[in-house]
């Protein structure tokens, strides 16, 4: 980072992309190796590192999405410096195994999301990066009452994770309760979860496309991550666990964020701000799992590894095909001048390459199978049976409704009679190429899934042989 500080933009891009190619190379060689780097305390604080299945699946999405946007956006200096600091922060957080640290990175991810909002975002750029930071620094207050609530509740003499997760049912249960809050409430803001979610569309409109690609893809994982591996723990541990008020609150709320994203996405004109709401969409299959998941406690353990490893095959699958969307967004934007529904149609007849991949996109987004986005979303519908039942009709409405307003979009944008007034477009050539590689590797994992489990088959055992 402070050499990407003294080189031009090129140079910046280039490190960027270093950068990621040596997480991604270390990540590979931990599976081969060994997962956990313990380097000793210093008072309080414990300097454990862990790579388990979930971190190491997100390292990989970062190592993509530090490959992707550099190679598809030509932005300032400025902008890849904050994009590397992004990184490490992320790194820090999928990784430490300590509470103190880990509320360190989270809150340092805050600082370079909210200046490429600030800086390069569009009109409404201001209130969208206050309102950003505002939103996600409350639950992050919460999320550090509730560490510092077990910390001094326990009497522990460091923020170790596992010692701390593994005494919380020591404490009273009002204690326990806040502390569940806490971190739960954190975690729905970042994910997001409605009615925690206003935020996000203003984010993702009016940050930079890069900028939206790298919120879209990588910071929602963090509130996925902390229900996966900090809450899911924490709640299995307390003298709550086996109740059903909050799985079934959390069940509850992803189904309304699935039904309520698509309605609200229906009626969007502006094509950007549409598929933020798919994202909420799509990450609402993370709360429903999770939900599921605690439900069912270990009483039909098929089940549960179909919604838990559903909910991480989610992560990257939503990550890469998020990423793909808001490139493609944007490369129509450049090529058309605006990015609004009415004002589109028909460009297939003028810009049919583009036409495909959007096409493409979208189908992954509404998980044809052949896609990723099936693998994830089939396995989570498929593990939430054992929970709902004939619920599961519910999620079902939302699934038609998200299909709904993909194909409304692709009918009013590429199909159908060409609108003359936008004249003789044409998409950049560089961006279109680039857009193989996310395709690529959609389609690659939608074909052969078990090409995670293999990756990282060290960290899957690990999983399998105890509680994830």
């Known amino acids: 980072m402070v050499t990407s500080m003294i080189v031009g933009g090129k140079g910046a891009r280039y490190l960027t992309i270093a950068f990621s190619a040596v997480i991604l190379i270390f990540v590979l060689l931990s599976n081969m190796t060994m997962s956990n780097f313990n380097y000793g305390s210093l008072s309080i604080l414990t300097l454990s590192f862990q790579l388990n299945f979930v971190s190491s699946v997100l390292l990989f999405l970062i190592s993509f999405i530090g490959i992707f946007v550099p190679l598809r956006f030509g932005s300032s200096k400025g902008f890849f410096v904050l994009l590397q600091f992004l ?10 195994r300590d509470f103190l640290l880990f509320y360190i990175f989270w809150e340092m991810v805050l600082i370079p999301t909210f200046f490429v909002i600030g800086i390069w975002g569009g009109k409404n750029k201001n209130y969208a990066a206050m309102k950003f930071f505002i939103y996600t620094h409350i639950g992050s207050v919460f999320m550090l009452l509730g560490i510092f609530t077990m910390f001094f509740a326990e009497g522990a003499s460091n923020f170790s994770m596992s010692s701390l997760i ?16 806490g971190f739960l409430f954190a975690f729905l803001i970042k994910l997001p979860t409605v009615p925690l979610h206003s935020w996000l569309p203003d984010a993702y ?23 996966l591996l900090i809450f899911s723990p924490i709640y299995m541990n307390s003298s709550f666990s086996g109740g059903e008020a909050i799985p079934i609150i959390l069940i509850a709320l992803g189904i309304f964020s699935l039904v309520y994203s ?27 799992a999770v939900g599921g998941f605690l439900y069912l406690n270990g009483a039909n353990p098929l089940a549960s590894q179909l919604l838990y490893y559903g909910a991480v095959f989610q992560l990257i699958s939503h990550g890469i095909i ?22 589109l149609g028909g460009l297939a007849r003028k810009l049919p390459v583009l036409s495909f991949f959007i096409l493409a996109a979208f189908l992954a987004s509404v998980a044809i199978p052949g896609f990723s986005g099936f693998v994830g979303e089939i396995s989570i519908l498929l593990g939430s049976y054992a929970v709902l039942k004939y619920y599961l009709i519910l999620v079902l409405i939302g699934v038609v409704l998200t299909a709904s307003y993909h194909v409304f ?50 960290h899957v055992i690990q999983f399998l042989g105890g509680k994830p």
């Open 322 to 343: 998020i990423a793909m969307i808001f490139a493609l967004v944007d490369t129509l934007e450049n090529a058309a001048g605006t990015r609004l529904i009415p004002s």
């Open 262 to 288: 698509a309605l609200v996405a229906l009626y969007q004109k502006d094509l950007k701000r549409m598929m933020s709401y798919a994202s909420i969409g799509h990450m609402s299959f993370i709360t429903l």
């Open 87 to 96: 990184f490490f922060s992320l790194v820090g957080l999928f990784t430490t």
């Open 205 to 227: 409109v009016e940050a930079p496309a890069e900028g939206t690609i790298f919120i879209s893809s990588l910071l929602s994982k963090m509130g996925a991550f902390g229900l």
């Open 166 to 181: 593994s005494g919380i049912s020591s404490i009273s249960l009002p204690y326990q309760a806040f502390v569940l809050f």
């Open 409 to 458: 979009a692709l009918q009013r944008t590429i199909f159908g009679p060409y609108n003359e007034f936008l004249g003789n477009i044409q998409a950049r050539r560089a961006e279109l190429v680039v857009s193989i590689l996310p395709l690529a590797v959609v389609m690659l994992l939608g074909i052969y899934p078990a090409l995670i489990f293999h990756i990282f088959n060290i």
